[in-house]
Structure formats: C-alpha cells, structure tokens
T-cell receptor, first 116, second 113 residues
Framework: EAGVAQSPRYKIIEKRQSVAFWCNPI?????LYWYQQILGQGPKLLIQ????????DSQLPKDRFSAERLKGVDSTLKIQPAKLEDSAVYLC??????????????FGAGTRLSVL | QKEVEQDPGPLSVPEGAIVSLNCTYS??????FMWYRQYSRKGPELLMY????GNKEDGRFTAQVDKSSKYISLFIRDSQPSDSATYLC?????????????FGKGTLLTVNP
C-alpha cells in the first residue's frame, strides 16, 4: 500500500514570497489533514478535510494560508505572503472515516520550508 | 497550562535499557491515545494506539493509560539503537467527524550501542 505522498520535500523562499505544497493521501482515505511542525514542537493541526469539505480550520491563519481539496483526493496548501515564522515542516496525514480506524492518521514525510 | 505536556528530554540510554516515556494532559474529553515515532527528517509513524484506560503490549513496546490521573506512558524494553528517534504522544477526543490530534512536544531518545 502506497503511503501519503508530499512534494516538494524542501523549499527555501524569501519572506513575502508565496509557496504551495502538494499532498496525495493513501488511496481510499477520505479524511486529510495538514499539520505545521515547528522545530522542537509537536505537529499542530492547520486544517482537516473530509472528502472535499472542511471539517476544522480553526487554527489556519486565514489571512495568509489557504488550502483546497477540489476532487476529494489531492490537496494543496498555500502560503501567501510567507513570514519568517512560517519556517517549519508541513505534514500531510490521511485517515479512514469509519470505525476505530478513523482515529489512526498516517503521515507523509513532510515539506521542510525555510523562509529567509 | 498546555493541553498535553511531554518532557522533551533529550534522553540517552545504553542499549538494552528499559525506557519510560510519559505525557500528562488536562482535557478530560480525550479518549484515544497514541504514540508516534519520528525519525529525523521523516513523518511521524504510528507506534501504539489505545482507547480509554488500560495497557496494551506490542512486542517490546507497552502503552499505559491512566485516565484518572490524566497520565500516559510508553515503555520500551531491551532498547535498540534503531529505537533512537523522537517519540510523540498524541490524543483525540473523537466524536462526530473531528478526530483532531493534539500532540506533545516529543521526547528525543538516543540509544547508545
């Protein structure tokens, strides 16, 4: 079974530039999550999708971050404009939507963003 | 007070030692408790998953949950250098369609050969 795919693996940009990250979840996983992991911290949820609808985006800084999952499969997360404090690893995770398995999230390797 | 507290370490032990990792939490609604292992420059990988209070064993790993004390633990027996990683506890209240995980900061473990 293929895991969660993310690209790019690394990105370096200057502040005020824009950047986009891509995620392809595990096949059949209707729920998709984006997390931000700052160095030395645990991942923090930014947004959760179920199919192509948003379940929770309460911690997404909506003035600069946006995310979409148009066809209920792939998702993109965008930052515009980027700030220095956005330097972090952006993790995508996916899970099933029924039974106890819906609690189990599978993570991709992440995109490491450096904002200079 | 943070919802989930985890000692970040670092923790360094000799090969073969028993390792104890712990988290405390404040949200009594948490019912699902997980331990993830994260190797350097990789995503978190689920190690153990427990619902409500009790113990769960899987090979060299044992997870314990004490909901009355709001305290969870992960024990690693006969630790190996390959166990060197950051261990993250994570919790969820569940319910409806929102299974948001709240993570601890992670404990960096090094097992020395």
């Amino acid at each position: 079974e293929a895991g969660v795919a993310q690209s790019p693996r690394y990105k370096i940009i200057e502040k005020r530039q824009s950047v986009a990250f891509w995620c392809n979840p595990i096949s059949g996983h209707a729920t998709l999550y984006w997390y931000q992991q700052i160095l030395g911290q645990g991942p923090k949820l930014l947004i959760q999708f179920q199919n192509n609808g948003v379940v929770d985006d309460s911690q997404l800084p909506k003035d600069r971050f946006s995310a979409e999952r148009l066809k209920g499969v792939d998702s993109t997360l965008k930052i515009q404009p980027a700030k220095l404090e956005d330097s972090a690893v952006y993790l995508c995770a996916s899970s099933l939507t029924s039974g106890l398995a819906k609690n189990i999230q599978y993570f991709g390797a992440g995109t490491r963003l450096s904002v200079l | 007070q943070k919802e989930v507290e985890q000692d970040p370490g670092p923790l360094s032990v000799p090969e073969g030692a028993i390792v104890s990792l712990n988290c405390t939490y404040s949200n009594s609604a948490f019912q699902y408790f997980m331990w993830y292992r994260q190797y350097s420059r990789k995503g978190p990988e689920l190690l153990m998953y427990t619902y409500s209070s009790g113990n769960k064993e899987d090979g060299r790993f044992t997870a314990q949950v004490d909901k009355s004390s709001k305290y969870i633990s992960l024990f690693i027996r006969d630790s190996q250098p390959s166990d060197s990683a950051t261990y993250l506890c994570a919790m969820s209240a569940g319910g409806g369609s929102n299974y948001k995980l709240t993570f601890g900061k992670g404990t960096l473990l090094t097992v020395n050969p």
